[in-house]
């Protein structure tokens, strides 16, 4: 049918023609849309405290000391249960968060900006890997790391990115593709660019040399730093595709630890979810499956991009990480082409020949061929307060995509479109 091709290409044309760049920081409450003090974003489709998972559960506890809304883990429980706190996807509000992605009133965030289309994009500062707020831990030693990267970290980065301007994103993570990232769970080149970049700026920041050097340590440190600008660089390119009439094209995959959750641009803000999947890979010391949540996080927008899990051939390194082998990366990639519509015109992977990565999920294309679209991830401990113990390879549930083309094909027929 020529109207749904020619809505795939007017999808396609808004993806590939997307400038993500980043423009600033500010706090979530005076600049994520809609947020107030008593609201908790958080990860993938509406979820309900009822049917939150241990790790979701336990960033929310987290979340609520951390707002000093709850003094303990006791407290925050019976807050988070009464009602007075609204829960919502980061996705309703323009933002992204990495596996809980918790985003509470307080909370520093980057802001993004697509200069093609003006919509703009939020995320958290990473914290890091292992016993962090994200994974579900709450610790004491956890909500300290939150406050210095709110009263020290933040300050000196806002500070160096109004003194540096705006940074293109979305050439950075070109460049960091052809150096052995994927920018989902490897982000070491993309990270390092990044430090690069905004090096000279943060020595010009009037902030003391101690907490420049302590900056410099944190990201250095953090190979993990750049995951949360290119989550938000990804949704700010999807998100203008999002209501395209007639399209087939997922422009939202994501999770909350209890279901997983596509969005198609012909459908709109619509949800189709399943539940989410346990996920394949390589466990800490001490870990196996048994202590592993059901998949969680909105960082399978990368995925949704065509980066993170559809161009591990590019990041060989990353099966050290998430089990497998160099060829294992290549045929993931290989198998991603078959249910999308394009090859990126920018991020270009050189163990493919330099063709672009895998573009555009077509919802027709995964339910005939019956090929899922592949992630890369961490593995959260089922348990609130534990954080992470492990990364690994999953899919979403089939029945999204079946849900979404059955929903699309009777919203053809309303329109009389199948005669």
């Given at each position: 049918?020529?109207?749904?091709?020619?809505?795939?290409?007017?999808?396609?044309?808004?993806?590939?023609?997307?400038?993500?760049?980043?423009?600033?920081?500010?706090?979530?409450?005076?600049?994520?849309?809609?947020?107030?003090?008593?609201?908790?974003?958080?990860?993938?489709?509406?979820?309900?405290?009822?049917?939150?998972?241990?790790?979701?559960?336990?960033?929310?506890?987290?979340?609520?000391?951390?707002?000093?809304?709850?003094?303990?883990?006791?407290?925050?429980?019976?807050?988070?249960?009464?009602?007075?706190?609204?829960?919502?996807?980061?996705?309703?509000?323009?933002?992204?968060?990495?596996?809980?992605?918790?985003?509470t009133a307080s909370m520093?965030?980057?802001?993004?900006?697509?200069?093609?289309?003006?919509?703009?994009?939020?995320?958290?500062?990473?914290?890091?890997?292992?016993?962090?707020?994200?994974?579900?831990?709450?610790?004491?030693?956890?909500?300290?790391?939150?406050?210095?990267?709110?009263?020290?970290?933040?300050?000196?980065?806002?500070?160096?990115?109004?003194?540096?301007?705006?940074?293109?994103?979305?050439?950075?993570?070109?460049?960091?593709?052809?150096?052995?990232?994927?920018?989902?769970?490897?982000?070491?080149?993309?990270?390092?660019?990044?430090?690069?970049?905004?090096?000279?700026?943060?020595?010009?920041?009037?902030?003391?040399?101690?907490?420049?050097?302590?900056?410099?340590?944190?990201?250095?440190?953090?190979?993990?730093?750049?995951l949360n600008l290119s989550?938000?660089?990804?949704?700010?390119?999807?998100?203008?595709?999002?209501?395209?009439?007639?399209?087939?094209?997922?422009?939202?995959?994501?999770?909350?630890?209890?279901?997983?959750?596509?969005?198609?641009?012909?459908?709109?803000?619509?949800?189709?979810?399943?539940?989410?999947?346990i996920i394949d890979g390589?466990?800490?010391?001490?870990?196996?499956?048994?202590?592993?949540?059901?998949?969680?996080?909105?960082?399978?927008?990368?995925?949704?991009?065509?980066?993170?899990?559809?161009?591990?051939?590019?990041?060989?390194?990353?099966?050290?990480?998430?089990?497998?082998?160099?060829?294992?990366?290549?045929?993931?990639?290989?198998?991603?082409?078959?249910?999308?519509?394009?090859?990126?015109?920018?991020?270009?992977?050189?163990?493919?020949?330099?063709?672009?990565?895998?573009?555009?999920?077509?919802?027709?294309?995964?339910?005939?061929?019956?090929?899922?679209?592949?992630?890369?991830?961490?593995?959260?401990?089922?348990?609130?307060?534990?954080?992470?113990?492990?990364?690994?390879?999953?899919?979403?549930?089939?029945?999204?995509?079946?849900?979404?083309?059955?929903?699309?094909?009777?919203?053809?027929?309303?329109?009389?479109?199948?005669?």
């Amino acid at each position: 049918m020529d109207f749904i091709e020619e809505a795939n290409k007017k999808v396609l044309e808004i993806i590939q023609s997307a400038q993500p760049t980043l423009i600033g920081m500010g706090v979530a409450k005076d600049v994520v849309p809609g947020m107030h003090k008593h609201m908790m974003l958080h990860a993938g489709p509406p979820i309900t405290w009822e049917k939150m998972s241990g790790p979701l559960r336990g960033a929310v506890i987290g979340g609520l000391i951390y707002e000093g809304l709850a003094s303990t883990p006791e407290e925050a429980e019976k807050l988070a249960a009464s009602g007075d706190i609204e829960f919502d996807p980061c996705h309703h509000h323009s933002a992204v968060g990495p596996m809980a992605g918790v985003v509470t009133a307080s909370m520093p965030v980057f802001i993004l900006e697509n200069k093609t289309y003006g919509n703009k994009s939020y995320c958290t500062q990473n914290e890091g890997l292992g016993t962090v707020l994200r994974f579900g831990a709450f610790s004491d030693q956890v909500i300290t790391h939150l406050k210095w990267m709110e009263k020290t970290l933040y300050p000196i980065m806002k500070e160096a990115i109004e003194i540096h301007g705006p940074i293109d994103l979305k050439n950075m993570i070109a460049q960091a593709v052809q150096m052995g990232d994927e920018v989902h769970n490897r982000n070491k080149a993309a990270t390092s660019l990044f430090i690069r970049e905004i090096a000279s700026s943060i020595l010009k920041t009037n902030s003391s040399k101690e907490d420049q050097v302590k900056v410099f340590d944190f990201m250095n440190s953090n190979d993990h730093f750049f995951l949360n600008l290119s989550m938000p660089a990804a949704k700010a390119s999807l998100d203008p595709a999002g209501g395209v009439k007639h399209s087939t094209v997922v422009y939202t995959m994501c999770r909350n630890g209890t279901e997983f959750g596509i969005r198609v641009a012909g459908l709109g803000d619509r949800w189709f979810t399943g539940p989410a999947a346990i996920i394949d890979g390589l466990y800490f010391p001490g870990y196996s499956m048994a202590d592993a949540n059901p998949d969680i996080g909105d960082s399978c927008i990368t995925e949704t991009l065509g980066i993170g899990g559809f161009s591990m051939a590019t990041a060989p390194a990353i099966v050290q990480f998430v089990g497998g082998t160099p060829q294992d990366a290549v045929n993931y990639t290989t198998r991603m082409y078959e249910i999308t519509l394009e090859e990126s015109n920018s991020y270009k992977l050189p163990p493919m020949n330099f063709r672009g990565s895998p573009t555009g999920i077509d919802i027709r294309r995964v339910v005939e061929t019956q090929i899922l679209p592949v992630i890369n991830t961490g593995i959260a401990h089922k348990d609130a307060g534990v954080g992470q113990v492990g990364a690994g390879v999953v899919y979403p549930p089939m029945n999204c995509f079946e849900d979404a083309l059955e929903a699309y094909v009777e919203l053809l027929d309303d329109e009389g479109l199948l005669d």
